[in-house]
């Protein structure tokens, strides 16, 4: 088997370089086949377990993504491999605001058409970005065969990083179930808006509350996959101030103890700046057009805080197995 893999490596590589021995080919994802083939019959590396964070809101439109890629960049800063996933399969769009342009994305993934090696880009602010696509909107009603290529190659990506930062899409959907009941924490960002307040905190509760489904009705009690639910943290954007912010916090952290019987993490604020906006309409992230904002220095806090959890040793089961339990369940 290693032997077979090593051939299909070493074909491959004729075939970027175009060495003779090569064979004849037309079809541009002839050599991204084969090193997927030699990647399957590869031995799976050594079970080392990334942290994994799902980043996500009860509503779009509160800065979500603009979250997950200057988290990255400021996780990246500290010496971490960071692995951003697009996971907002509906309106993917992790790609824009860093300007890159993919080649290939989840979907293509999926069909077996290229790996994660083909299609990974490297993001301004030294991490990585699995593109997403929005033909994915529905993870869990892929067939078997999609899930398992999946769940495959995102094994070997977990071995590879040290934190993997997983955008998803917003609401309650059965794709954003997936992605938080897996991870080891949950981020959710809201605003002070109140209609931002009320969907974050029907997004915690779907996910803690002891029983309940998601819209497909398949369960999310807090021993599903064998794991317990996420460790869930609660980040304030757009506020005025940081007493703004603690406010907004304190309000669903009180409906959290009242009638869930737990209190989220609080995981700061960002203030409102003009700033972060423009930093978004160029395609570039804050942290780094703009280092000295309250912004960037808020989300240089939160990952410091992260940082730590991300060097302590791991004994669970880790995302993969325990989202391919709850899609499989």
Known sequence: MI????????????????????????????????RLAAEEMSPMPAPRLARSIAITSGKGGVGKTTVSVNLAVALARLGRRVVLLDADLGTANVDVMCNLMPTG????????????????????????????????????????????????????LEADADVILIDTGAGVGPSVHAFCAAAERMLVVTTP????????????????????????????????????????????????DAAEGREVYGRIAAACRHFLDFTPRFAGHLVLDPRVQRAVRLRRP?????????????????????????????????LIRRMAAWIRG
Do not use: W
């Open 105 to 156: 994305t989840l979907a293509h993934v999926a069909a077996g058409r290229m790996s994660f090696d083909d299609i990974v880009l490297d993001a301004p602010g030294g991490f990585r970005v699995i593109p997403g696509a929005s033909g994915l909107s529905n993870i869990a009603a892929l067939p078997r065969e999609q899930l398992d290529r999946l769940a495959a190659q995102m094994q070997r």
């Open 286 to 318: 804050f942290t780094l057009e703009s280092p000295n904002t309250a912004a960037a220095r808020g989300l240089h806090q939160l990952a410091h805080r992260l940082d730590r959890a991300a060097s302590e040793p791991r004994e669970d089961h880790g």
């Open 3 to 34: 032997d077979q893999a090593n051939a299909l490596r070493e074909l491959v590589g004729q075939i970027d370089q175009g060495r003779p021995g090569a064979p004849p080919t037309h079809r541009p994802e002839s050599a991204a086949a084969l």
């Open 193 to 240: 808006e109140p209609t931002a307040i009320t969907d974050a905190y029907a997004l915690v509760k779907t996910v803690h509350r002891p029983g309940a489904t998601d819209p497909n009705h398949r369960d999310l009690s807090p021993d599903r996959a064998g794991a317990a639910v996420p460790e869930t943290h609660v980040l304030i954007n757009q506020c005025r």
